[in-house]
């Protein structure tokens, strides 16, 4: 599966995640490598216990490698841009729909 591909499933399955700032990096966007890498900005608490279940749910059968962050640590670590994070918003959109 695309990285397009996978960031339109977990968004579809994963309604909780219109409250965080999702991104995948690594080696997926380059179409090689073995898991997933995911990152999910936001605060902590049950939205977040919930987003876990929708993505453990919804990744059963990927390997979803889950790194979450709150918006200070971030933005204090520069993490999104140091590793070239791109939005899932962004990869579902460049999918193609379907006919």
Known sequence: MKAGAIAAHL?????????????M?????????????ILVVGPV???LVNLKAEIQSAG?????HILCML????????FVLKERCVPLVDLATSVAPRA
């Open 45 to 47: 608490g049950e939205k």
């Open 60 to 64: 059963e059968q990927l390997p979803l």
């Open 11 to 23: 968004l579809a399955c994963c309604g909780s995640l219109v409250s965080f700032d999702a991104y």
């Open 71 to 78: 918006p200070s640590e971030a933005h204090e670590s520069e």
């Open 25 to 37: 990096f690594g080696s997926t966007l380059n179409g090689v490598g073995q898991d997933i890498d």
